[in-house]
Every structure is written in structure tokens, then in C-alpha cells.
């Protein structure tokens, strides 16, 4: 199995993982840098069967992005049954080391998920967050957050620990609109090939 890269957000449109358009232009960006990388056409919990995408009302994304948020705050993988928690949780350890492009509470979810893996299970996974929030960045999680400019969510919701976050220009709700995800992903490609 190749090694890949997979969007971990939180689901602004519970019981649906489809990309959004924004993601799938982000993964067409890498293509051309990631020929021998699996690019995961879903988001967490990256289901095959899941319904289209389609465009929910900010308000009731940023409701459900709040429980979701809460609910891993406590620990809890939200809006999954626990058959669906450990299908996502072999998904993450079925290739050799996986690039999670991780977006706003899809941080403190990654937290949640990973709680039972052990430390070589952990560095096979590394995180690009974006805009995340969480009380804390994932223990043994290596990566890069970029934190916007204008983007108070995540300068008052994210994580004070963890890799020291990059100033970019960019609000909670656009970083997929410039290419600093992109760029931040390509300077893992050599660790997910197993050269770093």
C-alpha cells in the first residue's frame, strides 16, 4: 500500500464526507507532487459511500463543528459509533504513514481518535493543521500548523503547545483559498515517502 494524504476536518454536514471543492482543488494542486501518494478522495471519517457534497449554512456548520469540538474535548470521537471509530482508526493505520491535512476542530477530533494508539503507531502519522482547535496538539503528532492572521477562532481556541504555529494570511473559513496548506503539505512529502 502506498503512503497518503487524507483531509481529517470536522463535518460541517454530519453523516457526509465528501470533499469540498476547495479540498478537492488542494489535492489537484499536490497530484502533480504526489504521483506515488494515495490523495483520498473523502474526509474523516472517509467512508466511500458517502452522499455528494453540498453547501450547508455557516450557522449550522459552525453548530455542528461545535459539538463535534466539545464532544472531543471530552475525549469522545463525535457523531461515530463505535464500529464506525474503529473502521476510521484502521483507515489512519492501513498505509505506512498517512499526511493528515487537519482543518479547524478536525485537530481536537484527530486528538480523540488517537487516544488508544501507541507511539510507533503514532509516528506514522503527521498533521498539516489549519486553523485548528483544540485544547492541546496531539501527543506524538509531528507536522506544521498554520494559523491565520484573521483568524480569532483559532488564535483564542488553539492549541498553545505543538509545533509553533506560522503566520498566514488568512481568515478561519479561506485557508484552502492560497496555496499555504499546499506548500506546508509538499515539505512533508519526503517523510511520507520514508526519506526523512
Excluded at 503547545?161 to 506548500?183: C, F, K, Q, S, T
Aim: aromatic share 6%; with cysteine; proline share 9%.
Amino acid at each position: 500500500m502506498k503512503p497518503r494524504i487524507a483531509f481529517l476536518t470536522g463535518q460541517s454536514d454530519p453523516g457526509r464526507c465528501a470533499l469540498s471543492p476547495a479540498q478537492c482543488a488542494t489535492l489537484d494542486a499536490l497530484a502533480p507532487h504526489a504521483g506515488d501518494v494515495d490523495l483520498l478522495p473523502h474526509n474523516f471519517p472517509w467512508a466511500a459511500d458517502t452522499a455528494p457534497w453540498r453547501a450547508v449554512p455557516l450557522l449550522r456548520a459552525s453548530v455542528a463543528n461545535g459539538r463535534q469540538y466539545l464532544a472531543a474535548h471530552r475525549g469522545d470521537v463525535p457523531s461515530l459509533s463505535t464500529p464506525e471509530r474503529e473502521a476510521a482508526r484502521a483507515h489512519l493505520l492501513a498505509a505506512p504513514r498517512t499526511l493528515l491535512l487537519v482543518g479547524s476542530c478536525g485537530l481536537a477530533v484527530l486528538d480523540a481518535l488517537i487516544a488508544p494508539f501507541d507511539a510507533t503507531q503514532r509516528a506514522r502519522l503527521r498533521a498539516v493543521s489549519y486553523g485548528g482547535v483544540a485544547p492541546r496538539w496531539p501527543a506524538g503528532i509531528h507536522g506544521s500548523q498554520l494559523r491565520g492572521r484573521r483568524d480569532r477562532i483559532a488564535a483564542w481556541l488553539g492549541p498553545a503547545d505543538g509545533p509553533r504555529p506560522i503566520a498566514v494570511d488568512h481568515g478561519h473559513m479561506d485557508y484552502l483559498g492560497g496555496n499555504a496548506v499546499v506548500e506546508a503539505a509538499r515539505a512533508h512529502l519526503a517523510w511520507l515517502r520514508g526519506a526523512a
